[in-house]
């Protein structure tokens, strides 16, 4: 069965950190670009990381560049992302999609997680 699992998320203070884990069953993620997404309330879905599988280049949106970081385990058939400093606008469900290549529209994602709530607060 082809499926993404995500792990992590939760309740934190304005400037504390979390980690999410994306593991993919049924694919490897060594054949896909994984991206971070996140929804916030009321707000369209949007891209805010992604590591592609040709060579392993990651990009970020500007508002997290530098606080967050998003990685794989092959091994573990695991994408990750770090989350730094975080501030209250991070806010959102996040997600984890599988797609052929990270430029690509929200739509073109193939596989989808199903989601994990980050509550930034003050």
């Known amino acids: 069965q082809v499926q993404l699992v995500q792990s992590g998320g939760g309740l934190v203070q ?4 979390l980690r999410l884990s994306c593991a993919a069953s049924g694919f490897s993620v060594d054949n896909f670009d994984i991206g971070w ?3 916030g309330a009321g707000k369209d879905r949007e891209r805010i990381a992604c590591i592609s599988h040709q060579g392993g280049g990651s990009s970020y949106l500007s508002s997290v560049n530098g606080r967050f970081t998003i990685s794989r385990d092959t091994a573990k058939n ?4 770090q989350m730094n400093n975080l501030k209250t606008e991070d806010t959102a469900v996040y997600y984890c999609g599988a797609s052929a290549f990270c ?4 739509q073109e994602v193939i596989h989808w997680g199903q989601g ?3 509550t930034v607060s003050s």
Do not use: A
Request: proline share 0%; aromatic share 16%; glycine share 22%.
């Open 14 to 17: 304005s400037g504390g950190s």
């Open 37 to 39: 997404f996140r929804q």
């Open 78 to 81: 695991t994408v990750y992302l």
């Open 103 to 106: 430029g690509g529209y929200v």
């Open 116 to 118: 994990t709530q980050v």
